[in-house]
């Protein structure tokens, strides 16, 4: 199937490794431009570039903290420059600490807010000029699978992935009308570093691996090009019909109905 991206300009942040640089991978294959943002500039160069001789497609790299409104500003409309276009945007950002609710105090609930939430509203403000005057746009946020069912220790995600699904909600009803549309991906186990490194240190990893993996319908924990093949279909022609809504790539492992 032919996606229609090669005429396409994506825009994908925290993208040096993990979801972020799968997606940006799935969306480079299918021909988009591409523009990745994160904050190691040595680790975001190394990325660029191995994305860009995988697929043989042009790569654009700035390092940015989403959590920092200035840098992400100027990182949009620098990436916005390039071509003179932003056709889709990637909203994802590192994962806030786990910890139990009585764990965290003010400070860590506002940089939650900054990097999970904050950052999302601010990115797809600044992308909604190019995509109006394209007279379409593909916004897609990554979140997680505790916006379906929670997951212990996970109090700051899920608070901040639930305003980004009631965002995104918002979103896909004002901006329809662009021709815009906004979903959301939620993860449930993904092999990533993030993954990694919450496996217990005292047991061998793979067989950390294989027991996660129990608990989950498909006996098997997520790849990266799993997850990152639903955001290039999002962002396709194909998609275009596809507006608010939030999908599980997830093994089947949430049991929640709706
Ligand atoms: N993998 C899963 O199974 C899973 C499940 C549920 C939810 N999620 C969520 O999905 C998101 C991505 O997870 P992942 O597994 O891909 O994580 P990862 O492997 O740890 O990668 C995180 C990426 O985000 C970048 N990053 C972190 N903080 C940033 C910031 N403030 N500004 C810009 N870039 C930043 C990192 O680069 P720098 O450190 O250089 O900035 C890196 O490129 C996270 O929010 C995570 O909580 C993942």
């Known amino acids: 199937m032919n996606l229609g991206l090669d005429q396409k300009v994506a825009v994908v942040l925290a993208a040096s490794k993990g ?7 799935a969306l480079s294959a299918e021909g988009a431009k591409v523009i990745i943002g994160s904050r190691n ?5 190394e990325a660029a570039e191995d994305i860009s001789s995988k697929t043989g497609n042009e790569v654009s790299c700035f390092p940015v903290d989403v959590s920092n409104s200035e840098q992400l ?9 390039i071509y003179g276009r932003i056709d889709i945007l ?3 950002a590192g994962g806030p600490p786990f910890g139990k609710f009585e764990s965290f105090d003010d400070t860590q609930w506002q940089q939650a807010y900054e990097q999970n939430l904050l950052s999302f509203v601010r990115t797809s403000r ?11 746009g593909r916004i897609i946020n990554i979140v997680s699978g505790s916006v379906k069912s929670v997951l212990t220790n996970s ?20 901006l329809g009308v662009y021709g815009i549309t906004v979903n959301n991906i939620a ?10 490194h919450t496996l217990p240190q005292d047991v061998d990893p793979e067989e950390a691996i294989k027991e996660k993996a129990k608990s989950i319908p498909l006996k098997r924990i997520g790849k990266p090009e799993e997850f990152a093949a639903l955001v290039a279909f999002l962002s396709s022609a194909q998609a275009a019909y596809i507006s608010g809504t ?5 093994g089947g492992a949430s049991r929640a109905i709706f």
């Open 246 to 250: 939030t999908i599980q790539v997830d």
């Open 41 to 45: 500039a040595a680790e975001l160069n």
């Open 126 to 136: 600044l992308v909604l000029p190019f995509m109006k005057k394209a007279g379409s």
């Open 90 to 92: 990637v909203n994802n």
């Open 73 to 81: 500003t100027s990182f949009i409309n620098g990436a916005g420059s």
């Open 187 to 196: 993860p449930g186990l993904i092999l990533t570093d993030r993954i990694r």
């Open 19 to 25: 979801l972020g640089k799968a997606s940006a991978m």
């Open 155 to 174: 109090v700051l995600s899920t608070a901040m992935r639930m305003g980004v699904v009631g965002t995104a909600k918002m979103l896909a009803d004002e």
